[in-house]
């Protein structure tokens, strides 16, 4: 029998010291692995078919565990659960949790200072010490089933069960806790969305929400934006547009498509637009979808220009297409998928934006996490922002990362919260027709829906800034 103390963290590995250790699994345990041991790839591929195993059919690896019907069942887990897509080796997370095992191990933790690439990235893992000989797999599976359980104990689906992630990297290292020994789990998650996706998105509902500001994003004035005979587009009414996971795919595959000629299996350029659709992500349960994309030149041997210099060009482009439009100003639809590619020549180089929206029956459950579907819900894009220039717009790089909003109701009972995600970007589903109230506390500072007092009727979807207006510096 093997004995073993086990240790979890999210992100924060603490190390706890065992005192009782034998010499004899020291000398087993360094006589097969050493420190620096690193995963084949075809190790890494195992270890990840693990993980996969649980996402494409919980409900009987939880009965192997020995959760009973009734409680998986009150837990969302069914018997026909197939709805967790299984997650792909990624090199670059691969050798980030290659590094954070390590630091693991030394206790010589850190974190990245760089700015996140992708809308959504976590760590997880986990410290397993024994008394004698252990291998990495059994390590592995200790690990994986305690942060399974945790997840389904708590009815929070962070990693494991997490739709908000489709890559993996794992690597485990051999190291000391105290004067035994223990394997160091690293697993490294992220979102296929990039981070400078969602900056675009969180621009354009920006502006659909108050298109009359649209010359505070150019460099013309009223008059002559006013002169170009958009008055209907100005002053019109737009909902936000809701970010699609299986649309995004799309706008990928889409995006390729232009660049290449063609498409990849399953996908076809026989097939409709929806058919592609129904391809990608977790399908989508729309009524119709429509393709559009931009190009955008700029010199040759600089660099993809910054996404609110590229929303800019949108406009202009808009502008030019207007009525007909691709994204920033289409009425009657509600979800989106976007990406964004970078071509570079010796004569000019190329940004294209690929976009793919997506209309559906009037407040039906979005992608975005939604778990209510009926006719008397209400979605919220938010945003989550620092005014660092006192504009009072959002830019890329103001966004506020992982905070969280609540919301409360007209009797100022809290009723649901969400977390931002790296674009400062988060998504609420609410009854309709009821007043809400946003908040947030950044720097021990009460931030709130600007021009909402908690006495607004929801009566459709809608798209909440809040704007944190940072203390200025004290010289």
Known sequence: MVLCGIYFAISIYIMKKHLIHTLISAMVFWGVYGPSAALSAEDTESFLKIINEIREDPYNYA??????????????????T?????????????????????????????????????????????????????????????????????????????HILSKDYSSAGIAISAGKVGSGNAWFVAICLRSAELVSEIQMLNLINQLRADPEKIWEYTDRNPAEVWGQNILELIYSEYNPLFFDASLSEYARAYSSYLLNGTYQDPLSDTQTAMERVAHCGYGYEGDAV?????????????SSPPVD???VSLIYNELIAWPTGYVVFLKDFQDVGFSMSFQEDESYNTSELSFVVGKKAPNASTDENADINNEQTVRIYGVLFSDIDGKGLYAPGYELIKQTVKVYDDKMQEIQ???????????MELPANQQYYFTATIDDVLVSWEGNDGNHLITTDQFVKLTHTPTPDVP
């Open 290 to 302: 429509q393709e559009s994309y931009v190009q955008i030149p700029s010199v040759a041997g600089e």
């Open 63 to 80: 009965k192997g565990l020995g959760y009973e019907h009734d409680f998986l069942i009150g837990k969302g887990i069914y018997p026909e």
């Open 309 to 311: 210099s590229l929303f």
């Open 417 to 427: 919260s969400a977390v931002t995600d790296n674009a400062g970007h988060f998504f």
């Open 82 to 158: 197939k709805e967790f897509k299984p997650y792909e080796t990624d090199s670059d997370l691969t050798q980030a949790a290659v590094d954070e095992s390590a630091s693991m191990a030394s206790e010589a933790l850190s974190e990245s200072t760089d700015p996140p690439v992708y809308r959504f990235s976590a760590s997880t893992g986990g410290v397993v010490s024994f008394f004698n000989f252990m291998s990495r797999e059994e390590a592995f599976i200790i690990v994986i089933n305690y942060l399974f359980k945790k997840e389904l104990d708590n009815e929070s689906f962070d």
